[in-house]
C-alpha cells in the first residue's frame, strides 16, 4: 500500500459546485496532516492543518478519520482560482522520524 | 517581506558537470528541505536537515550532495553522478522538523 494515496482526477466541476477529495494513509503512527495546492508549474502552498475535530477556514473543509486513516478535503462554492492541484500531506512519525509524505496530488478543474 | 528564495529559476546542466542550487530562507527556521518533483509525480525527498551543521539523506540522495554551513542557507549540488536530473527542484523549510513547510518557488533543472 502507498504511504498516501490519492485519487488523481481530473475533478471537472461548474463554478458554485462542491468537491470533495480523498486521501488515505498507510501509516497508523502519523500525527499531522495537511492539505496543500499547487498551481501549475509553480511551488504548493499550505492550504490547511487537518486537526482532529475537523476544521473550516472559508468555504474549505478538512475532516480526518484516523480509525480509517483517512483525510478529506471539502470545497464549497467553487471559484474559477480554485482550479489547481490539492497535496495531501502526512507527517510520517517512526520510521520516516517525521518527514513529510506528499501524496502524488488531485488535480481540480472548475468551469465556468 | 520574510520567505525562501531558489535560484537560479532555470538552470541548464552539461554532462559530466556539477551544479549548484541555492536556498535561502530569512523566517529564522530550524529545518531545511530539499525536493524533487518530477512531471506528474509527488515530490520526493532528496535531503533534509534539522539543525546547522547537520544533515541527512532523504529517499533518493544518490547523486546530490548538501551543506548546511549557515542557518539561513542550504543549497543543494546535483553531481554528474545523478544521470537523470532533468526535474523541478523544490526547496522548503519549517519552524521544526515535522511542522508545516513552506517552499520556495522552485528551480527547474534540465540538461543541455
Known amino acids: 500500500r502507498k504511504e498516501v494515496e490519492q485519487d488523481p482526477g481530473p475533478f471537472n466541476v461548474p463554478e458554485g459546485a462542491t468537491v470533495a477529495f480523498n486521501c488515505t494513509y498507510s501509516?497508523?503512527?502519523?500525527?499531522?496532516f495537511f492539505w496543500y495546492r499547487q498551481d501549475c508549474r509553480k511551488e504548493p502552498k499550505l492550504l490547511m492543518s487537518?486537526?482532529?475535530s475537523g476544521n473550516e477556514d472559508g468555504r474549505f473543509t478538512a475532516q480526518l478519520n484516523r480509525a480509517s486513516q483517512y483525510i478529506s478535503l471539502l470545497i464549497r462554492d467553487s471559484k474559477l482560482s480554485d482550479s489547481a492541484t490539492y497535496l495531501c500531506v502526512v507527517n510520517a512519525w517512526g520510521g520516516s522520524q517525521g518527514n513529510l509524505i506528499f501524496g502524488k496530488g488531485t488535480k481540480l478543474s472548475v468551469k465556468p | 517581506d520574510g520567505g525562501i528564495t531558489q535560484s537560479p529559476k532555470y538552470l541548464f546542466r552539461k554532462e559530466g558537470q556539477n551544479v549548484t542550487l541555492s536556498c535561502e530562507q530569512n523566517?529564522?527556521?530550524?529545518?531545511m528541505y530539499w525536493y524533487r518533483q518530477d512531471p506528474g509525480q509527488g515530490l520526493r525527498l532528496i535531503y533534509y536537515?534539522?539543525?546547522?551543521?547537520?544533515?541527512q539523506k532523504g529517499d533518493i540522495a544518490e547523486g546530490y550532495s548538501v551543506s548546511r554551513e549557515k542557518k539561513e542557507s542550504f543549497p543543494l549540488t546535483v553531481t554528474s553522478a545523478q544521470k537523470n536530473p532533468t526535474a523541478f527542484y523544490l526547496c522548503?523549510?519549517?519552524?521544526?522538523?515535522?511542522?508545516?513547510?513552506?517552499f520556495g518557488d522552485g528551480t527547474r533543472l534540465s540538461i543541455l
Open positions: 523566517l529564522n527556521h530550524d529545518a
Open positions: 522548503a523549510s519549517s519552524m521544526d522538523h515535522g511542522q508545516p513547510q513552506h
Open positions: 501509516n497508523s503512527a502519523s500525527q499531522s
Open positions: 536537515s534539522q539543525i546547522v551543521n547537520d544533515f
Open positions: 487537518v486537526y482532529s
